[in-house]
């Protein structure tokens, strides 16, 4: 994958059939799909593939055992469907995981037993796993940090599990297989119209600075949170249609969970779920879903949103994490589908929905990262009818997710070690530059692999290493190397907040 390839393919494209803007789950899903049908698809991302959302979830595939307890059948079977298909087809960068959900009182052994039984039957010849009865012994002895007292037994479920911006990279390398252009750093500024109507998009190379008038019979906005954004270019008096809600992640060490299970605390103290979930050799432990005015691209958690999560997980362990425990803590914003009425996004409908503008713009948004395959085959099925395309079959349940090349070297220093705690070497940070379209030195420490969300510390004290590769690998001078470091030190700043230095 080459950046500078995919810009000139963009640049000499004289139409498109469709555009799509955002480089999240959804919009390269949306490249994937559409390529993958044969259409000429271009999809283009303002900052860094997943930089978004779609690199904070909290890394699952699932259902979403909360929107059963709300009766929201239709929502969990479709996401179970989709659970089994990103399981198969990117066999080797999801898995799945059992849980454990704790429970205190006999009637809620009974309540949550039936309710995970149902989850399971949902997924019909699709399950990944027996839900089962645990006593307390066998919970103790799979969370040996669960608190014991009082503690009844516990339900044993399963779900999948990934990394988000990995799939996010195997999206865009399977996209750009199939015949998709893709192009990060590059942002939608307007639109172009024929008649009244999206004939296309200007768009501007971050890098560059230069701009492009690019022409597609079918534009689709795809930007999650920024959609309203996006929408307000085309119409200055577009009333919102997302209404973003902010959760939290904190990552702490196994130290504090040494189990292989994950947790499901199913009541937390502003009822709703809390997840604890082992996740590369770390434990992430979220989230919060607090209402959002002015979406931004880095959100920061709130005092009272940390407190919130680490009491939660205090409460149900015998631990007693401390905000001096924290090795990283995340903040991502769900672009849910506004509905009148409701005032709490916690309510808010998780499903997605596709709008489409007087201008024949389309836009979708909602959704969860489970469902972004079927998010993308129902846009661009509205695509085709928007853009008058003879119609082709989604193909996506069966197409396989590219994983990583992998290339060797025999170049000694290739493997030498970034940080003594962890295993990525110089050689990643040279395949994330060759082969994954990185560009700063934050896109390689936080997307391309994950040190920035496991454990800021590491993260920081390789920084400069890795911009030296950096800069001698892109042939950038020293001024570029510092402003990278300065920037990336600043942003670090809001991963480990508070008490810490
Ligand atoms: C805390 C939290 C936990 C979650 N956990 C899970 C989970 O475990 N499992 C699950 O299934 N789902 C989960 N979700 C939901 C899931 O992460 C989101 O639904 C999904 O990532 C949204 O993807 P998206 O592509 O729509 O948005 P995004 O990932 O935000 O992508 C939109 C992109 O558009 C780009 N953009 C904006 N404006 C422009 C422009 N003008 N030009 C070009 N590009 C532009 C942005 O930079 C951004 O990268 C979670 C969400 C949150 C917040």
């Not at 479709?78 to 080797?92: D, I, K, V, Y």
């Not at 919970?139 to 779900?159: A, C, M, S, T």
Request: with cysteine.
């Amino acid at each position: 994958m080459n950046r500078e390839e995919q810009i000139q393919t963009m640049a000499n494209t004289a139409f498109w059939d469709i555009i799509i803007i955002g480089g999240g789950a959804t919009g390269l899903g949306s490249a994937l799909d559409a390529a993958s049908r044969g259409y000429k698809t271009l999809c283009i991302e303002r900052f860094d593939f997943s930089k978004g959302t779609s690199s904070r979830s909290t890394k699952l595939i699932h259902g979403g055992v909360r929107y059963l307890e709300q009766g929201n059948i239709k929502l969990v079977r479709g996401a179970l469907l989709e659970r089994s298909f990103l399981l198969n087809n990117a066999p080797e960068m999801t898995k799945a995981i059992p849980f454990i959900l704790p429970v205190y009182s006999w009637f809620k052994f009974l309540y949550y037993g039936i309710g995970l039984k149902i989850y399971d039957l949902l997924s019909g010849k699709l399950s990944i796993g027996k839900t089962q009865f645990l006593s307390s012994k066998e919970v103790i002895k799979h969370i040996p940090e669960v608190n014991p007292q009082r503690l009844k037994g516990g339900i044993l479920y399963f779900d999948g599990q990934f990394d988000d911006s990995e799939i996010c990279m195997s999206l865009v390398r399977t996209a750009i297989h199939y015949g998709a252009t893709v192009v990060n750093y590059c942002a939608s500024t307007g639109f172009i119209y024929d008649n009244g109507k999206v004939a296309g998009i200007i768009s501007k190379d971050q890098l560059s600075g230069k701009e492009f008038r690019l022409k597609a019979k079918v534009v689709i906005n795809a930007t999650g949170v920024f959609a309203d954004e996006v929408l307000r270019k085309d119409n200055p008096k577009h009333k919102n249609v997302v209404s973003p809600s902010q959760g939290i992640h904190i990552v702490v060490s196994k130290s504090f969970y040494s189990g292989q299970h994950a947790l499901l605390i199913p009541k937390t103290s502003d009822g709703r779920v809390l997840f604890v979930v082992p996740w590369h050799d770390k434990v992430v432990i979220g989230t919060t879903d607090s209402k959002i005015k002015d979406p931004v691209i880095e959100p920061v958690a709130a005092s009272e949103e940390l407190d919130f999560v680490m009491n939660n997980f205090n409460q149900y362990t015998s631990k007693n994490i401390t905000k001096n425990d924290f090795l990283s803590v995340f903040a991502g914003l769900r672009p849910l589908v506004k509905m009148s009425n409701i005032q709490s996004t916690a309510n808010l409908m998780r499903d997605h929905a596709i709008f489409c503008s007087d201008s024949g713009l389309i836009t979708i948004t909602g959704g969860k990262w489970t469902t972004y395959r079927k998010m993308a085959k129902d846009v661009v099925n509205r695509a085709i009818i928007q853009g008058c395309f003879p119609f082709k079959k989604c193909i996506t349940r069966t197409v396989r997710l590219m994983q990583k090349p992998v290339i060797l070297s025999n170049n000694v220093d290739d493997i030498k070690l970034l940080h003594p705690d962890y295993s990525f070497t110089v050689l990643d940070v040279k395949n994330a530059l060759r082969q994954e379209m990185a560009i700063t030195l934050e896109d390689v420490l936080a997307r391309r692999i994950r040190l920035l969300f496991l454990d800021v510390k590491a993260a920081l004290s390789c920084a400069e290493i890795v911009a030296d590769i950096m800069q001698h690998e892109l042939g950038k001078d020293k001024v570029w190397k510092e402003e990278q470091l300065q920037s990336f030190r600043t942003l670090a700043k809001q991963y480990l907040p508070e008490t810490q230095s």
